[in-house]
């Protein structure tokens, strides 16, 4: 294909390219951040509990899900090396960098079995930090939604919410602490993405924002992760966080989409073009940048590449498992003549449109009975 009959979305991915490059994190050595966070506290004194019946009913059972980190097997021994290896050997888009090594004139092909060992490591290290990074930025944006949100049902919910994200920084803060001791801080495509999601002064946007799009993201990250590694401890505490990141995915649809059937097609169309945003930065900026700075490889060259793989597009394609059914159920891919549809049909993720949505599916991750006879 040439540059004339690519697509205009693939060619403007590639011009961002450049730039989104050259935008780092310039404060790694800062203790704290500060974010405006633009919003109303909004009281109600409407306190009848149940009027909305399926949030009321998520709060109950996340009331009854909560478990302590504490509690994990902490004291398992962890061989770094084997863990990370096994997480990558399994994980498409490290597959793709293994055929890399083979591959001559490649930025890697001077690779052997020692560097691949060590990107092992600082791809896994890379990852998880991202999570735990995430997480805080989850526990911020559900410590706002609490005061904005106007009804009671949805702020006794965000309250769950917040003690399971503060969990959630809590074990992979600990987990990387005790097993992984390689630092890396948080990414700048990421901080820049939930500074937006904080800083909005519309609440609907923090929920989009962060309960659909980045929660979805990260649901589909942790069980690409949960599924490749055999460690148990890790796999564990992935599978307890899955279980409460599923019902905060459920909050988020089950809450918007009562607020969506309210608003004007111009405010859906800023809700659409909002996630389709989130979605591209997501797809396109999470590159492990700094891991490749790390290796000593230059991410200019091995991106593009890394783009155009059928393994990276699989991989990239399966993160979005999440968050297209869910934009669906919340009628944002088909309203206003279906220009979100039409967007992800361009990238093409539109074929999870029918894929379970989480509304119902947090079930199916449920531990409470697990909890209940330990
Ligand atoms: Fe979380
Ligand atoms: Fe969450």
Request: glycine share 12%.
């Given at each position: 294909m040439t540059a004339t009959e690519q697509p205009a979305s693939e060619r403007q991915r590639m011009e961002d390219f450049d730039q989104f490059l050259s935008?780092?994190?310039?404060?790694?050595?800062?203790?704290i951040r500060i974010v405006e966070d633009n919003a109303d506290a909004i009281f109600t004194w409407?306190?009848?509990?149940?009027?909305r019946p399926a949030l009321e009913k998520l709060y109950e059972k996340a009331k009854k899900s909560q478990w302590n980190?504490?509690?994990?097997?902490?004291d398992t021994d962890v061989d770094l090396e084997k863990v990370a290896r096994e997480v990558n050997g399994n994980d498409a888009r490290a597959q793709y960098v293994s055929q890399l090594m083979a591959s001559?004139?490649?930025?890697?092909?001077?690779?052997?079995d020692k560097e691949w060992g060590q990107y092992s490591i600082e791809s896994f290290a890379w990852r998880l930090a991202q999570f735990m990074h995430g997480e805080q930025g989850a526990l911020l944006a559900t410590a706002k939604i609490v005061e904005t949100v106007p009804w009671i049902d949805a702020k006794y919910y965000a309250s769950t919410q917040v003690m399971d994200e503060a969990r959630h920084v809590e074990v992979f803060a600990r987990y990387l602490d005790e097993k992984v001791p390689v630092d890396y801080p948080v990414n700048h495509h990421l901080q820049a993405l939930l500074d937006d999601i904080i800083a909005d002064s519309r609440w609907d946007i923090t929920y989009l924002g962060m309960q659909i799009m980045v929660e979805g993201l990260a649901l589909a990250a942790f069980g690409s992760m949960h599924k490749n590694t055999q460690e148990p401890l890790l796999k564990k505490l992935l599978r307890y966080v899955m279980s409460d990141e599923a019902r905060h995915v459920a909050f988020g649809v089950l809450t918007l989409q009562e607020v969506y059937e309210d608003f004007t097609q111009a405010e859906i169309r800023e809700r659409q073009e909002f996630a389709f945003e989130a979605a591209l930065r997501m797809r396109d900026r999470f590159l492990q940048q700094e891991v490749w700075e790390q290796m000593g490889a230059d991410v200019r060259q091995v991106a593009p590449r890394l783009f155009a793989s059928p393994d990276n597009q699989e991989f990239q394609h399966l993160l979005f498992t999440k968050i297209v059914p869910n934009c669906k159920k919340l009628g944002?891919?088909?309203?206003?003549?279906g220009w979100l549809r039409e967007r992800f049909g361009e990238i093409g993720v539109?074929?999870?449109?029918?894929?379970?949505?989480t509304s119902e599916e947090y079930n199916a991750f449920a531990i409470a009975d697990e909890l209940a006879s330990a």
């Open positions: 935008e780092t994190n310039t404060d790694a050595e800062a203790s409407d306190y009848a509990k149940g009027k980190g504490s509690d994990l097997d902490w001559d004139g490649s930025p890697v092909a001077h690779w052997g944002l891919l088909d309203a206003g003549d539109i074929q999870y449109e029918n894929w379970v949505d």
